[in-house]
């Protein structure tokens, strides 16, 4: 069965610089999340979209942005990275905002230096 | 706002043995999910339980709406169970809250 694609898999950036992560939802799935998850923490909830439009936001800094394509893939763009932006992102998906649940992705792990 | 509390912490077990984690949540219950973080990274969905008993080999999960909790059952646990297990409650506002997690090791 597809899955959730995410790339790249790792990504390493220099402070200040900018990355953009990508997400290919399971096939026919409407709702698209992000999440953020720092070493030993548990995933932290950025933004979702819902048939391409944002239907809600969490602790997401300014400095990032996302959107969702008309083929429902979605991109999370951060600029002017931190040392303190390393982490695992997550991406998911899933059927009418997630009512039945969510499938993520493996991640991509980003490190800044 | 919600919050999900899991216990324990941390567990170490031998394998073949047998354990229960425990996830308590603080407002009704719509949907609740567990995953297993494996030691790579990757979240791998486990049981999709807003309610009842479900089972997938080794594994089974209970969730009781009306108390407030689920159980993840692990039985004979193999060194491939090791990682973080997370229960993730379904929030009004379209998206899962995670737990903090319990760190589970499975010694050979």
């Known amino acids: 069965a597809a899955g959730v694609i995410q790339s790249p898999r790792h990504l390493i950036k220099e402070k200040r610089e900018t990355a953009t992560l990508k997400c290919y939802p399971i096939?026919?799935?409407?709702?698209v999340y992000w999440y953020q998850q720092g070493p030993g923490q548990d995933p932290q909830f950025l933004i979702s979209?819902?048939?391409?439009?944002?239907?809600d936001k969490g602790s997401i800094p300014d400095r990032f942005s996302a959107q969702q394509f008309s083929d429902y893939h979605s991109e999370l763009n951060m600029s002017s990275l931190e040392l303190g932006d390393s982490a695992l992102y997550f991406c998911?998906?899933?059927?009418?905002?997630?009512?039945?649940?969510?499938?993520f992705g493996s991640g991509t792990r980003l490190t800044v230096v | 706002g919600i919050q999900v509390e899991q216990s324990p912490p941390d567990l170490i077990l031998q394998e073949g043995a047998n354990s229960t984690l425990r996830c308590n949540f603080s407002?009704?219950?719509?949907?609740l999910q567990w995953f297993h973080q494996n030691p790579w990274g990757q979240l791998i969905n486990l049981f999709y339980i807003p309610s009842g008993t479900k089972q997938n080999g080794r594994l089974s999960a209970t969730t009781v709406a009306t108390e407030r909790y689920s159980l993840l059952y692990i039985s004979s646990s193999q060194t491939t169970d090791s990682g973080v297990y997370f229960c993730?409650?379904?929030?009004?506002?379209?998206?899962?809250?995670f737990g903090t997690g319990t760190r589970l090791k499975v010694l050979a």
């Open positions: 407002d009704s219950v719509n949907n």
């Open positions: 993730a409650q379904y929030s009004g506002t379209y998206k899962y809250i």
């Open positions: 979209f819902y048939e391409k439009m944002q239907s």
């Open positions: 998911a998906s899933s059927l009418r905002q997630g009512a039945y649940g969510y499938t």
């Open positions: 096939p026919r799935h409407d709702t």
